[in-house]
């Protein structure tokens, strides 16, 4: 393709050249005039060709390149006007230029329809030009058309597919008018595409509008100037403004596709500064990259089928519509994350895909640590609930020991009684018996009780952890001092928590620590619930030393919580939880 | 003497009923939850209502409230609420409740018919009944530097029996001694402990439950 553009670069260079050459040495045009449309010309193929070679992928490199060529090609019949075959040439593209433009313009930047009715715009402006071409080539007699004020063309060559001459100077004005009208009804499309456009997309069609508006214009101007003698100077002035305004909008459209391309550099950018991103933070380079900062990142977890935040909770995409677009990065089938977009983004398919693929990595990254945070979140959740189904279960086998066994080992114990009064004083030593039989029974009411509340103090649940800590202290083997204590109810689970971490302490002291004396201490700080159980024993505690310190970090970290066990040898020992209690 | 008993559990209910009859207690009504126990109070105006912490619908606490209603509503009537848990906790909420004329002892008491018929007889004289278990668990708790070393065993006998609710004669009877003797020790132990010369009734009793409690 490379020498395609070499190829049409020359050609191009060497017709200028010749066209000069030509003028120069003739009696029309005049060589300065020559020399600066030859020049605008040949430096509007040449921006062309640039965007086409450095943006491929888009077709406006084409166009641009298109355009003034055609203008080129059109302008020969005025430089070889004695020539039938440059008439003929400047004939078959004396309006090719303008559907040309049309397509650049309406298919800016990609150079593809987006629009039906841009496309039928087009179109019709193509037949138009093709009508007129054939009209023309078959029977012009160029000597009609001598009174534009740049065509001097006394003695024209007629095409050479000329078959019958005629005068068409009215048809001339009505093809004059039909591309007036065409004019206007691109510039209500590209308002049209305006209006519609996402914030970022106006930044893109705006200039585009302006450098319309300015070549309509002076299309507009000139058509109505078709037949006015100007004098010299204004007519100098109006082709050195023509001209500029020109090679103005192909520099200005060129400009801006290559400033929307930038992001190809940006994507070694990205690269680089995917290396030194923290987990979490590819959107934010990717936003960046690809300059839309409402960019938002959807991660695939293939075992939800679904996408879910960088934070791991499930997301929905979007639908497809003109305010949000979604690219899916990696094979459809089996995805690795979803961009959701500015949709002007998709007019630039291969920074999207490139940067995409620049990230990728990085995403598989992120992915992994969004499916870790989610598992890590159910995990905890279900953490959370196991222990609180078991501290439900704890309240209802309570309540079930003293609603149902407590009753009736009572009722038998009224039945003894009862038993008692029948047989009257020592029957035959049964009332011997009747005493075993009733110290047995307070016993297992005495074991029951304990019982019940090792598995779930009552008090606990009825009257709260400052009732159900007093209760506690008051019953252990150790003197126990009581701190602070809280007044007010916390959520169940954290009561308990607390409840158990002093209870398992004070246990221990009694066990191991060699002293009678304990310190309790349960306060609330910043939202965060402190317990402390100190003694001023033999220290050395193992952490690891049964089960019953092990089960309660279990349940302390299952409300987020922290215990630590402080036992330097001789010295006592403290334990400190902390427990989330917002 | 004439007594309802409210016990959502019909067998113990209906055991102790008998063991009350046996014992000479006229038992007036039988019924299982605080609505129906309200009801026969209105009815029957029985000097004492015998009645379960824990009734339906929600098996918490009805029995105080129960007992609250009564108060309010039958001032002569005593109350002696029965309970599964040895919680000074809830003997305090319910004396904080409660004027007089109401006895907290455990459910377990019903296997001590002696106690029991002496809790109903002191209930009927206008007494505070606290259980023996709660206030022996309270006093026997270990405790550094309390106040509570500086007592005489005598006086923690004392100290005791004021917690049961006893009045200075019920304490002299139970510990053959004085009624001035006791009067004396009381007023020892009250200033050991710095609590206030109160009359001899539900606010007493409630001073020392609470002092036990936070000592």
Known sequence: MRAVRLLIWTGSALLCGAMLLSAVHGIWPPAGKAAISLAASLAGITIGLVVWDRRPESRTGLFLTAYPLAGLLADLGSYYWGSSFAMTIALATSWLAAPIFGQLVLTYPTGRFTSRLDRALVEIAYGAAGLYALVFLVFVSPRSLTDSADWHCWVCAPPVTQIASRDLTGTHRIFDWIFVALALALLVLLFRRLVRATPAGRRVVLPLAVATCALAVEFLVQTSLYGTNLNTWTSSAWFVISTVTDLAVSVALAAGLLWLGRGRGAVAGLVVELQQTPPGGVRDALARTLGDPSLELALWLPERSGYVDGAGRPVELPELDSRRAVTVLGPSDSPVAALVHDPVLLERPALLASAGAAARLSLENERLQAELRAQLAELHASRARIVSAGDEERRRLERDLHDGAQQRLLSLGIALQLLRGKLGVDANGAGELLDEADDELRAALDELRELARGIHPAVLTDEGLGAALRSLAGRSAVSVTIAAIPDDRLPAATEAAAYFVVSEALTNVAKYAGTAEARVSVSRRNGRMLVDVEDDGVGGADPSRGTGLRGLADRVHALDGVLELDSPPGHGTRLHAEIPCA | MRVALADDAAVLRAGLARLLGDAGVEVV???????????????????????????????????????????????????????????????????ERAEERTGYLLKERMLDLSDLLDALDRITAGETVIDPTLVTQLIGRHRSHSPLDDLTPREREVLSLMAEGLTDRGIAERLYLTPNTIETHVRHILGKLGLPATANDNRRVRAVIAYLRSA
């Open chain 2, 29 to 95: 009504a039988q019924v299982d939850s605080a609505e129906q126990l309200l009801a026969a109070v209105d009815e029957q105006q029985p000097d004492v209502a015998i009645v379960d912490i824990r009734m339906p619908p929600t098996w918490s606490d009805e029995g105080i409230t129960a007992a609250d209603a009564i108060h309010r509503r039958h001032p002569h009537v005593g109350v002696l609420l029965l309970s599964q848990y040895v919680e000074a906790e809830y003997a305090l909420r319910l004396l």
